[in-house]
C-alpha cells in the first residue's frame, strides 16, 4: 500500500454528468479529494475482502448472541426498543433460517490497515452509513478519467441493483420506495439521490420526502402526496427515531424499513467488546471490553461511547497522554474500551480503509484520510488503485 501524491483535475464534476443523477448527487461528494491516490496489490486487495467478509459473518453472530442474551441494556437501548428491535431480528433470523428479503442494503466496515499485514475492525455502520456515492461512481469516474490501464477494487453500483431486486421481489408494497433524511443536507440528499437511481434500475419506483414531512393518519405513514408509504429507505440513525412518535407506530403501521431495525446492533460501537468476546485473539479484532482492566495494560487506548454512530464521541490516549478527544456527549448509551490498532500513518496523514457491504458481499473500498488521527466522519474520501 503507498500513498501517492498527485495533480488534482481542475474540477471533478464534471464527469458526472454522464450519469443521469451525477448533477443531483453532487452534494454527497464534499468531501472528495484527489490530490493523492493510494495504491494497492492485488493479493492486498484479497487480503482486505476476505477480511471484511469474515468480519461481516462475525457481526452478524455477534448481533444474534446479543438478541438471544437479552444485552440490550449494557449497549444502551432502552426495552420498548428493545422489543422493536427483537422483532425485527426475528423477521431475518426466522426460526434459525435467514430470510433475506428483511435482511440489509449496505453496510460499511471501517477498518485499519498498516498498509502491509495487519487488518483490525473499527467500527460498523450498518444503519446509515454516508460514503457509498463517493465510493462507488466518483472514484469509478476518477479511475476511467485518469488511470484507465489500472483496477479498483469497486463492484458496487451493479451489486446495488442486483439487491435492490432481491430485496422487492415477491414482496407486496415494494413496488415503490420512499426514501427520507431531515432536510436541509445535501450530503446525505445526494446520498438519496445516487440509491434511488440505483432503485429505479431494479424497476422500483422512487421518491424523495423529508423526513419530517413523514405524516401519520392513525393508521399508516403518509406522504406528500397524502400515499400510504410501504417501504422506506433512510438517511437517518435509529437511535433518534425510536424514541419519537415514528417508533411508537412502526409496529402498526405496515412499513417495512430499510435498513432494518436490527441493523442497529451491529452499528452499536458496544458490539467490539461482544465480538472480543466470542472470538478472543481474533488476529481482525481489536482487544476490546466494558472498561479499561479488560486491556492489560495496553499503551494505546480509545474510549468510544456506544451511541453516535460515525459521530461518536472518542477520546484516544497513547501511554496515558490524551492525543484525540471530541469531549463528552449527551447520549453516550455505555463507552467501550479497545486497544487502538496501528494504521497507515504517512507525512503526518491517517488513513483507514471503507469497505462496503452490500447485501452480505464485500463488493468494494474507499479510502479515508485525515491528520487527526481519529480519521473521523468529516475525513477526506480519497480514490484507490491495484495492479495486477
Not at 23 to 41: C, K, L, N, P
Not at 129 to 152: C, R
Request: hydrophobic content about 40%; overall charge negative.
Amino acid at each position: 500500500m503507498r500513498r501517492i501524491t498527485m495533480k488534482a483535475r481542475a474540477d471533478w464534476r464534471p464527469g458526472l454528468r454522464k450519469y443521469p443523477y451525477g448533477v443531483r448527487a453532487m452534494g454527497a461528494g464534499a468531501r472528495w479529494r484527489e490530490d493523492v491516490r493510494y495504491e494497492f496489490t492485488a493479493q492486498q486487495i484479497d487480503l482486505i475482502e476476505s477480511v471484511a467478509d469474515e468480519l461481516y459473518g462475525m457481526l452478524r453472530e455477534a448481533t444474534r448472541a446479543a438478541v438471544e442474551g437479552r444485552l440490550f441494556q449494557p449497549l444502551g437501548i432502552r426495552p420498548e426498543a428493545a422489543r422493536l428491535v427483537e422483532a425485527s431480528w426475528h423477521d431475518y433470523w426466522a426460526g434459525g433460517r435467514l430470510n433475506e428479503r428483511s435482511g440489509g442494503l449496505v453496510c460499511r466496515l471501517t477498518l485499519a490497515y498498516d498498509g502491509r499485514d495487519s487488518v483490525k475492525l473499527l467500527s460498523c455502520n450498518a444503519d446509515c452509513p454516508e460514503g457509498l456515492f463517493a465510493a462507488s461512481v466518483i472514484q469509478w469516474n476518477w479511475l476511467e478519467a485518469m488511470f484507465a490501464d489500472a483496477d479498483q477494487f469497486n463492484g458496487l453500483h451493479e451489486a446495488l441493483v442486483e439487491r435492490w431486486e432481491e430485496l422487492a421481489r415477491g414482496v407486496a408494497g415494494r413496488e415503490h420506495l420512499h426514501l427520507t433524511c431531515l432536510t436541509p443536507d445535501p450530503a446525505r440528499e445526494g446520498e438519496l439521490v445516487y440509491l434511488a437511481a440505483t432503485a429505479e434500475e431494479a424497476g422500483i419506483g422512487a421518491s424523495l420526502l423529508p423526513i419530517q414531512s413523514i405524516g401519520w393518519d392513525g393508521q399508516r405513514f403518509r406522504g406528500l402526496e397524502g400515499e400510504a408509504i410501504t417501504w422506506l429507505g433512510k438517511q437517518y440513525p435509529w437511535e433518534a427515531m425510536v424514541d419519537d412518535a415514528f417508533g411508537q407506530h412502526l409496529r402498526t403501521g405496515g412499513m417495512g424499513v430499510l435498513e432494518p431495525l436490527w441493523r442497529w446492533l451491529p452499528s452499536n460501537h458496544g458490539i467490539l467488546a461482544l465480538l472480543w468476546h466470542l472470538y478472543p485473539q481474533h488476529p481482525n479484532l481489536c482487544r476490546a471490553g466494558a472498561d479499561e482492566a479488560a486491556l492489560g495494560g495496553a499503551e494505546a487506548i480509545t474510549v468510544r461511547t456506544h451511541l453516535g454512530l460515525d459521530h461518536a464521541a472518542t477520546r484516544m490516549t497513547e501511554h496515558g497522554q490524551v492525543v484525540a478527544d471530541t469531549g463528552p456527549s449527551e447520549n453516550p448509551g455505555g463507552f467501550v474500551w479497545f486497544e487502538t490498532p496501528h494504521i497507515f500513518h504517512q507525512e503526518g496523514t491517517h488513513a483507514v480503509l471503507d469497505c462496503w457491504i452490500v447485501g452480505d458481499k464485500c463488493l468494494g473500498m474507499s479510502v479515508r484520510e485525515s491528520e487527526d488521527p481519529r480519521v473521523g466522519p468529516e475525513s477526506a474520501i480519497v480514490p484507490h488503485l491495484f495492479r495486477a
